[in-house]
Protein backbone atom coordinates (compact mmCIF):
# COMPACT_ATOMS: atom_id res chain seq x y z
CA UNK A 1 0.00 0.00 0.00
CA UNK A 2 2.90 2.39 1.17
CA UNK A 3 4.11 2.41 -2.90
CA UNK A 4 1.47 3.36 -4.54
CA UNK A 5 -0.36 6.00 -1.72
CA UNK A 6 3.10 7.71 -2.22
CA UNK A 7 3.26 7.25 -5.90
CA UNK A 8 -0.63 8.60 -6.04
CA UNK A 9 0.69 11.52 -3.63
CA UNK A 10 3.38 12.29 -5.95
CA UNK A 11 1.37 12.47 -8.95
CA UNK A 12 -0.89 15.02 -6.95
CA UNK A 13 1.44 16.88 -5.94
CA UNK A 14 3.19 16.86 -9.44
CA UNK A 15 6.37 16.42 -7.94
CA UNK A 16 8.95 15.28 -10.76
CA UNK A 17 11.62 13.42 -10.96
CA UNK A 18 10.89 10.95 -7.88
CA UNK A 19 9.78 7.61 -7.88
CA UNK A 20 8.74 4.87 -5.51
CA UNK A 21 9.55 1.11 -4.95
CA UNK A 22 8.70 -0.59 -2.28
CA UNK A 23 9.76 -4.37 -0.96
CA UNK A 24 9.46 -6.48 2.58
CA UNK A 25 12.60 -7.52 3.84
CA UNK A 26 11.29 -11.42 4.48
CA UNK A 27 8.20 -10.69 1.63
CA UNK A 28 8.21 -13.12 -1.04
CA UNK A 29 8.12 -12.39 -4.67
CA UNK A 30 4.42 -12.66 -5.48
CA UNK A 31 2.12 -11.82 -8.44
CA UNK A 32 -0.50 -10.46 -6.80
CA UNK A 33 -0.96 -7.57 -3.83
CA UNK A 34 -3.19 -8.50 -0.57
CA UNK A 35 -6.47 -8.37 -1.13
CA UNK A 36 -7.05 -6.46 1.43
CA UNK A 37 -4.39 -4.48 0.41
CA UNK A 38 -6.11 -4.37 -3.22
CA UNK A 39 -9.71 -3.39 -1.46
CA UNK A 40 -8.17 -0.46 0.34
CA UNK A 41 -6.40 1.07 -2.68
CA UNK A 42 -9.49 0.72 -5.00
CA UNK A 43 -11.50 2.81 -1.87
CA UNK A 44 -9.49 5.34 -2.03
CA UNK A 45 -8.84 5.54 -6.18
CA UNK A 46 -5.30 4.09 -6.07
CA UNK A 47 -4.13 2.94 -9.03
CA UNK A 48 -1.39 -0.44 -7.81
CA UNK A 49 -2.10 -2.76 -11.38
CA UNK A 50 1.82 -2.08 -12.01
CA UNK A 51 2.91 -2.84 -8.57
CA UNK A 52 3.53 -6.62 -7.02
CA UNK A 53 5.64 -7.78 -3.53
CA UNK A 54 9.02 -8.11 -3.58
CA UNK A 55 11.64 -9.02 -1.21
CA UNK A 56 14.44 -5.96 -0.32
CA UNK A 57 17.63 -7.15 -1.89
CA UNK A 58 21.20 -4.70 -1.15
CA UNK A 59 21.21 -3.52 -4.49
CA UNK A 60 18.00 -2.00 -4.07
CA UNK A 61 19.35 -0.29 -1.03
CA UNK A 62 22.31 0.77 -2.41
CA UNK A 63 20.89 2.93 -5.26
CA UNK A 64 18.20 4.47 -3.19
CA UNK A 65 18.35 8.25 -2.68
CA UNK A 66 16.45 6.85 0.69
CA UNK A 67 14.59 3.44 2.35
CA UNK A 68 12.11 3.97 4.44
CA UNK A 69 11.57 1.41 6.80
CA UNK A 70 8.08 1.24 9.04
CA UNK A 71 9.75 0.66 12.31
CA UNK A 72 12.87 1.05 13.78
CA UNK A 73 13.12 -3.07 14.19
CA UNK A 74 12.85 -3.70 10.27
CA UNK A 75 15.41 -0.07 10.17
CA UNK A 76 17.75 -1.75 12.48
CA UNK A 77 18.56 -5.24 10.32
CA UNK A 78 19.73 -2.31 7.71
CA UNK A 79 21.79 -0.52 10.34
CA UNK A 80 24.62 -0.46 7.62
CA UNK A 81 23.45 1.52 5.33
CA UNK A 82 23.70 5.46 5.66
CA UNK A 83 20.64 6.10 3.42
CA UNK A 84 17.91 4.34 5.93
CA UNK A 85 15.72 5.93 7.66
CA UNK A 86 12.80 4.53 10.11
CA UNK A 87 8.73 6.22 10.04
CA UNK A 88 9.47 7.12 13.44
CA UNK A 89 12.68 9.32 12.91
CA UNK A 90 10.69 10.95 10.20
CA UNK A 91 6.93 11.44 11.56
CA UNK A 92 7.51 10.14 14.68
CA UNK A 93 5.28 7.28 14.42
CA UNK A 94 5.73 3.75 13.10
CA UNK A 95 3.33 1.72 10.93
CA UNK A 96 2.32 -1.56 11.97
CA UNK A 97 2.08 -4.47 9.35
CA UNK A 98 -1.75 -4.95 8.97
CA UNK A 99 -0.71 -8.69 7.98
CA UNK A 100 -3.12 -10.98 8.42
CA UNK A 101 -5.87 -8.83 10.29
CA UNK A 102 -8.91 -7.74 9.68
CA UNK A 103 -9.93 -5.23 6.57
CA UNK A 104 -10.45 -2.21 9.57
CA UNK A 105 -6.77 -2.68 10.04
CA UNK A 106 -5.90 -2.46 6.41
CA UNK A 107 -7.78 0.43 6.86
CA UNK A 108 -6.83 2.29 9.73
CA UNK A 109 -3.02 1.35 8.44
CA UNK A 110 -3.71 3.09 4.88
CA UNK A 111 -4.26 6.24 6.63
CA UNK A 112 -1.15 5.53 8.64
CA UNK A 113 0.52 5.59 5.45
CA UNK A 114 -0.99 8.65 3.80
CA UNK A 115 -0.51 10.96 6.66
CA UNK A 116 3.64 9.52 6.91
CA UNK A 117 3.70 9.93 3.09
CA UNK A 118 3.13 13.60 4.17
CA UNK A 119 5.75 13.98 6.50
CA UNK A 120 8.61 12.32 3.70
CA UNK A 121 7.29 14.65 1.51
CA UNK A 122 7.50 17.64 3.98
CA UNK A 123 11.35 16.07 5.17
CA UNK A 124 12.90 15.39 1.82
CA UNK A 125 11.10 17.72 -1.02
CA UNK A 126 9.54 20.75 1.06
CA UNK A 127 11.92 23.23 -0.35
CA UNK A 128 11.15 22.37 -4.07
CA UNK A 129 8.02 21.14 -4.21
CA UNK A 130 5.38 23.20 -1.36
CA UNK A 131 1.43 21.28 -0.88
CA UNK A 132 -1.13 21.94 -3.82
CA UNK A 133 -4.02 21.78 -1.09
CA UNK A 134 -6.03 24.53 1.36
CA UNK A 135 -4.65 22.56 4.29
CA UNK A 136 -1.10 23.57 5.57
CA UNK A 137 -0.43 25.25 2.11
CA UNK A 138 3.44 26.02 1.86
CA UNK A 139 5.14 29.06 0.17
CA UNK A 140 8.24 29.32 -1.32
Do not use: W
Not at 1 to 22: L, N, T, W, Y
Not at 49 to 69: D, G, Y
Not at 110 to 137: C, L, M, T, W
Request: charged residues 30%.
Amino acid sequence: MAEAIFRSEIKRRKIKFVDAASAGIFAENSKEINEKSAACLTALGIDFSKFHPRQLKHKMIETSFAVICMTRAQKELLNSFDNVYSMDEIAGFEIPDPYGQELSVYQKTAEIIRQAVDKIIDRFFHDEYPRNNSVGNHKK
